[in-house]
Structure formats: structure tokens, C-alpha cells
């Protein structure tokens, strides 16, 4: 597609459970990056990886959060052992270069909710 | 403090009005600025670059202040479907560090 393509659009899980959330970013990006957004707050970021190299994942809020992007093209968010404050959109940007100023490309997020 | 800063809102103009409003940021070693407007439910999207010389786009104008370290956006002539979250997004040098700020809601009325 022309666009970053983000899977699922909704997912409930129950608290413990492991998800997963894909994102297929813009055919030719280099750079991808992880958001997490809150209700009523911008996205805070997570993690960057340029190409198959995670450069920075500093904002990962804990060890439970895990994220691969093993190809270089595809990438997989990874929450382990869920928790209510988890709950939250994530979203997935791409650009096409390293250049700071280039801008992102959104998909349109997975909303995720634990109960 | 928080790194980047917006003024939340809601801003509520009305139809053809001029609104502006300011986005401050706190690291003095921030390279690149943008603007992204954020419909309900949806996702970010890239209104503007804002430049060191300012920039306009039709009915927007981005200005970028580095000695008082913030960024502005003038809207004229406001529509009804200017009606958004704005998103102010700075960025360092390094790629990866991009912060955005809480977003100003802005409603524009009939």
C-alpha cells in the first residue's frame, strides 16, 4: 500500500496476556519509529530503528516492551504480560532517510485495551 | 518542566477568524520543527515543516523563534474543517529524538 499499514486496528486482551502489533511501514523507509499515545496526550515515544538496527529504545517504559525489526522493512511491538496501563493507541511512523528533517509518515494506529 | 509545551485549549473561533498559537520547547540543541494536525481518533499528520525563516502554506504561516525557543502557527481565515488537535513536534539532531508536545484543540464554530 501507499501508506504505513498498522495490524490490528483494536485489541482487547485480558491483563497477563502477551500481544503483539504490527507495523509494515512505507515500501523504502529507512527509519521507523514506535508512539505511544495516551488519551487526550500526544505520542510519547518508544523506540527507533533505522533499517534492521534499534538505535534507541529508551523509550520503552519497561522490560515487558519489546520491539524487532528483523528485516529491515516490518515491525512487531511486542508487549509481554499486560497491564491496565498499557492501555493505550500505538502508533507507527516511517520516513524515508536518517535526515532529522524529514518528516514521519503515521499508520493509523492499534488501539489496545486490557481488561 | 515538560520538553515540549502547548497550550491545550480548546481554542474556539469563529468561521473566517485568524487564530495563532505557540508551541515552546525546552532543549536549546533541537534542530528541526514540524506541525501535525490530528483529527478525532485518527493519526498525526504533517501540516508544515517550520523553517528557520518562517514559512507560509496558503492560509498557515509557521514562524520558529530560536532565541525564545518557541514555534508558532497563524491559521486565517479559519474553516470548519480546520477544526483539529495541532501538534507541535521538535526534534534533535540525533533522529530518534523527536518529542511531541500535548497537542492545542482547536474548534472552530459556524
Known amino acids: 500500500g501507499a501508506g504505513v499499514s498498522q495490524s490490528p486496528r483494536y485489541k482487547v486482551a485480558k491483563r497477563g496476556q502477551d500481544v503483539a502489533l504490527r507495523c509494515d511501514p512505507i515500501s523504502g523507509h529507512v527509519s521507523l519509529f514506535w508512539y505511544q499515545q495516551a488519551l487526550g496526550q500526544g505520542p510519547e515515544f518508544l523506540t527507533y530503528?533505522?533499517?534492521?538496527?534499534?538505535?534507541?529504545k529508551s523509550g520503552l517504559p519497561s522490560d515487558r516492551f519489546f520491539a524487532e525489526r528483523p528485516e529491515g522493512s516490518v515491525s512487531t511491538l511486542k508487549i509481554q504480560r499486560t497491564q491496565q496501563e498499557d492501555s493505550a493507541v500505538y502508533l507507527c511512523?516511517?520516513?524515508?532517510?536518517?535526515?532529522?528533517?524529514?518528516?514521519?509518515?503515521f499508520g493509523d494506529g492499534t488501539r489496545l485495551s486490557i481488561l | 518542566r515538560k520538553e515540549v509545551e502547548q497550550d491545550p485549549g480548546p481554542f474556539n473561533v469563529p468561521e473566517g477568524a485568524t487564530v495563532a498559537f505557540n508551541c515552546t520547547y525546552s532543549n536549546s540543541a533541537s534542530q528541526s520543527f514540524f506541525w501535525y494536525r490530528q483529527d478525532c481518533r485518527k493519526e498525526p499528520k504533517l501540516l508544515m515543516s517550520v523553517y528557520s525563516s518562517g514559512n507560509e502554506d496558503g492560509r498557515f504561516t509557521a514562524q520558529l523563534n530560536r532565541a525564545s525557543q518557541y514555534i508558532s502557527l497563524l491559521i486565517r481565515d479559519s474553516k470548519l474543517s480546520d477544526s483539529a488537535t495541532y501538534l507541535c513536534?521538535?526534534?534533535?539532531?540525533?533522529?530518534?529524538?523527536?518529542?511531541f508536545g500535548s497537542g492545542t484543540r482547536l474548534s472552530i464554530r459556524p
Open positions: 511512523a516511517s520516513s524515508l532517510g536518517r535526515d532529522s528533517n524529514q518528516p514521519q509518515h
Open positions: 530503528f533505522q533499517n534492521e538496527a534499534q538505535l534507541d
Open positions: 513536534v521538535v526534534r534533535a539532531r540525533s533522529a530518534s529524538k523527536i518529542i
